[in-house]
Every structure is written in structure tokens, then in C-alpha cells.
């Protein structure tokens, strides 16, 4: 129930935040915003699933659905490539949800590590000082709060973006956000008890190493600013 809750906030806010930022208008406008919108929502829910229930079954030895972050972004960023290649769309279309992401992901966070021991988020064992003791006697790494920390840093970044570099940030706000996120989730991943796939790596950070050359790729190119179409 408290995930739940927090779930709720996360979007509520997220919502909000964009609805504030952009006045409504996000991403597409007309017949293409519905399409945009449902590639975008498949990906989302469909890459939380699939690769949090693998990670669950490689690290547990049963089935276990759950929901990622990182797979959702994973799966939603194929979606919507796919959807502009289909369509000739150029140029970002990300940058307008950079800050709802950010601060979504932040309190999103915060029920994961309110949530405890069943949400199967928690760090390996740790003897510092701020180890927390989720429900099985062991103290662990909150890195649930690391990553709200990170995120929570980097919303407060893309509104500072927004104001001062606004053209940068509509070209290229989307890709320094990927990489950001994927940079940080890749360090906090090593302090989780995740089975690993290969090369020492769990399945999360081969994805986030995947979508790290994304967004380097895509930084290097000369993006063109991408305006709303009436």
C-alpha cells in the first residue's frame, strides 16, 4: 500500500510538473500525439515488466513479476525511436518530460525504501554508519534514497537548464538526462544483491550500458531543435 501511495504521488506529480513546465503542450500535437503517446505507454509498461520479472527470476529462482524504472525508459525509448523512424519524425521529443522523469523517479524512490524488505530494491550488507535495517536484522545500503538523492539533484538541474539554456535543453536535455540516470543506476546496481548475467553485470546495467551509448550517440549529433506542430 505505501509503494502504492507513493506510485500515485510519483505520477500525480510528474503530471503536474509537466503540465506546468509546457502548459500541456508536450511532446506532439494533432493525429500524432495518440500515436506518440500509445508507443510511448506500451514501451513504458512493457519493458517494466518484462525486465524486472527476469531480473527477479535470475535473482530469486522463482516467478516474480515486478516493474523497473530502467527497463520501463528501456522500453519506452525503443518504442518511441521506432515510432519517429516510422513516422519521419527528427529531432528530440524527450526533453519535455525530463523534469516530470527526474522528480517522479525521485518520490518513486522513497516508497521503495518505505516499502522494505518485499520490494527487493534494498543493498547488500553494509557496516556504515547510515546501513538500514529493512526488516531482516542485516543492515544495507538505502540505495533507494541514493538514487531519489541523485534525482532528486538532477530535476532541480533540468529546471536550471530550462531558464537559462532552454534551446540546449530542448535539443539535448533528453540525452543528458538518459545518460545521467543510467550513469548513477549503474554505480548504485553494484551495491544490490542481483544475480549476475555477465561480465560481473547485472541485467540492469547492461541496459544501462546500452542506453549510456544511446545517449552518447545522440549527444554527438547535431540535434535540430524540435518545434511543436500546430
Not at 99 to 126: E, K, N, Q
Not at 172 to 200: D, S
Request: net charge positive; aromatic share 22%; with cysteine.
Amino acid at each position: 500500500m505505501v509503494h502504492l501511495l507513493f506510485d500515485l504521488l510519483a505520477y500525480a506529480t510528474s503530471f503536474l510538473v509537466a503540465f506546468w513546465l509546457f502548459k500541456g503542450k508536450i511532446a506532439l500535437s494533432g493525429e500524432d500525439k495518440w500515436g506518440y503517446y500509445t508507443y510511448a505507454v506500451v514501451g513504458f509498461v512493457v519493458g517494466a515488466i518484462i525486465f524486472s520479472t527476469i531480473n527477479n527470476y535470475l535473482s530469486l529462482h522463482k516467478l516474480s513479476f515486478g516493474k523497473s524504472v530502467i527497463g520501463a525508459l528501456f522500453g519506452a525509448i525503443l518504442a518511441i525511436e521506432i515510432f519517429k523512424k516510422r513516422y519521419g519524425i527528427k529531432g528530440s521529443t524527450g526533453a519535455y518530460f525530463v523534469p516530470s522523469l527526474a522528480i517522479g523517479i525521485a518520490i518513486g524512490r522513497i516508497g521503495c525504501f518505505l516499502t522494505g524488505i518485499s520490494d527487493f530494491t534494498y543493498g547488500v550488507p553494509t557496516n556504515l554508519p547510515w546501513g538500514v535495517d529493512f526488516g531482516d536484522g542485516i543492515l544495507r545500503h538505502p540505495v533507494q534514497l541514493y538514487e531519489s538523492f541523485a534525482m532528486f539533484a538532477f530535476f532541480l538541474f533540468s529546471l536550471w537548464l530550462l531558464k537559462y539554456k532552454r534551446a540546449f535543453f530542448m535539443q539535448k536535455g533528453f540525452y543528458i538526462f538518459t545518460f545521467y540516470y543510467e550513469f548513477q543506476r549503474f554505480l548504485w546496481e553494484f551495491l544490490k544483491p542481483y544475480a549476475k548475467v555477465a561480465f560481473g553485470l547485472n541485467i540492469f546495467q547492461i541496459l544501462a550500458i546500452l542506453l549510456m551509448v544511446y545517449a552518447t550517440v545522440y549527444l554527438k549529433l547535431k540535434a535540430g531543435s524540435f518545434k511543436l506542430r500546430a
